[in-house]
């Protein structure tokens, strides 16, 4: 289809542009970018008047459930999520059922998402054999079958060793290291952060050293070896100068936030009366911890937004908190939060929005940046940053509601999603074949 994307604000830092122009888009390629293009014989128009044009979108950190969980989510209400957030593409994790660790669970996930899904998917392999942190998966093998990081994401590799020969391995395929940071010796039987609001709650709590222990092993091992480590949902404020100290001392470091951990403290168990929508490792933790995200954010430190989209069914949020399972879903409300936190307080401008969203994780896992220039293949996300909405559960596209955002008034929300010259959401309602 042809589309003519009219009056909209371009914003594209890596390619310095920030203007008012149209968008004409044909064979799934952007043609011509300029004033007052034509719209004759154009099949769809899409008015930007007011709105923000960016490079597509692109999510690192997202769990797809498949292979084995589709019952929390699969490829297609995963994908719909996703464009409905404003992403054109995303990075799912390997941590499914089976473990995405070979060659045949690689190339069935790749295939499975260009039959089914209403956006790019990018498979990530796990470190070890099953995740059990014992033994490397088939790392190159993986990385020929389409992988473009690996981790033991959910399941921490705890062996120092084994994590270094992993960066070793993998800086032969120039491939990123996805680390969930975590000890699990400290943080075993934990439900949410370790301080006065378990201690008030009687809960017990995982405490932040959980994380820096291995934050700090991870840029220890990035400096020996020269592999490039990614640290996956910061939380805390010590972990955030690891990083920023790691790369002062010339680290191949970087790390993500996600908008539940730059928005939430742990005083949100208690606000929200033990609800399990909560519950996400690594957990919200204190102002302090929230307030250092932030600064990391807005200095750099902090290299992306990613938002660890985690979704789970109805019966494994619907029981004690002790016992239900960890994660939120984050897709749908990824640009609401960061408009609304970040871009109106003016902690980070929208052209490092744009980055932090799109050039910049494009980047992390070797992908070609989505751009806004003549011939690039049409990977845009347009963004209303002056819409005031309501997040309702009903108006959700992914299958699992676990979010403890529903209800919340935001500002700036996507407004159209165009992936490879195809509308797959205007106005955030899904665009499906």
Known sequence: MTILIRNGRLIDPANHIDQLADIF???????????GLKDNGVDKVINARGKVVAPGFIDIHV???????EYKEDIRTGTAAAVRGGFVGIVCMPNTNPVIDNVPLVSYVVNLAREQGLCKVWPTGAITKGSKGEQLAEIGDMKEAGIVAITDDGRPVTSSETMRQAMIYAKQFDLMVMDHAEEKAISAGGAMHYGKVSSMLGIKGIPSTSEEVQVARDVLLSLETGAHVHIQHISSRQSVALVRWGKQMGARVTCEATPHHFTLTDQIVADLNYSTDTKMNPPVREEADRLAIIAGIADGTIDIIATDHAPHHIDEKAVEYQDAAFGITGLETSVGLTVTKLVKPGIISLAQMVTMMSTRP??????????LV???????????VDKSWTVKAEEMASKSLNSPFIGWELTGAPHATIVGGKLRMLEQQVIGE
């Open 374 to 384: 003549e011939g690039a293949e049409a990977d845009i996300t347009i963004i209303d």
């Open 362 to 371: 494009a980047e992390l896992v070797g992908l070609k940046a989505p751009a």
């Open 63 to 69: 769990h797809l459930r498949v292979p084995g969980q």
């Open 25 to 35: 888009i044909k064979n799934g390629r952007i043609a011509a970018i300029g004033e």
